[in-house]
């Protein structure tokens, strides 16, 4: 059964910055693709970042470009996000998500993920 957890959301002033781990078990790493998305209230789950695991290639949203970072361990048990330079309209709850095979670039496309979290709240004031 795959199991992903998030964690390390909170509330940060802008221009701070914060790290999201998302815990993975009972996934198979190989050829597959992960991500980050986040969802504000009223809009619509937006994709920020992808990975694709055996090529090491990530995709940014054009909004998070520069700003944040998609990663993995070593033991690739856990995502990061990694995001700076953070601004109000970063606010959402964030998510991660798995796929299935491969797709290039990782897709920042919510259809296209079989796997989420429970979600973890990134609050940022100005």
């Known amino acids: 059964q795959v199991q992903l957890v998030e964690s390390g959301g909170g509330s940060v002033q802008a221009g701070g910055s914060l790290r999201l781990p998302c815990v993975v078990s009972g996934y198979t790493y190989s050829n597959t693709y992960m991500g980050w998305f986040r969802q504000a209230p009223g809009k619509e789950r937006e994709g920020v970042a992808a990975?694709?695991?055996?090529?090491?290639?990530?995709n940014y949203a054009d909004s998070v470009k520069g700003r944040f970072t998609i990663s993995q361990d070593n033991a690739k048990t856990t995502l990061y996000l990694r995001m700076n330079s953070l601004k109000p309209e970063d606010t959402a709850m964030y998510y991660c998500?798995?796929?299935?095979?491969?797709?290039?670039?990782?897709?920042?496309?919510?259809?296209?993920?079989?796997?989420w979290g429970q979600g973890t709240q990134v609050t940022v004031s100005s």
């Open positions: 998500a798995a796929g299935l095979n491969r797709w290039l670039p990782p897709p920042l496309s919510a259809g296209l993920y079989k796997y």
């Open positions: 990975i694709d695991f055996g090529l090491d290639r990530s």
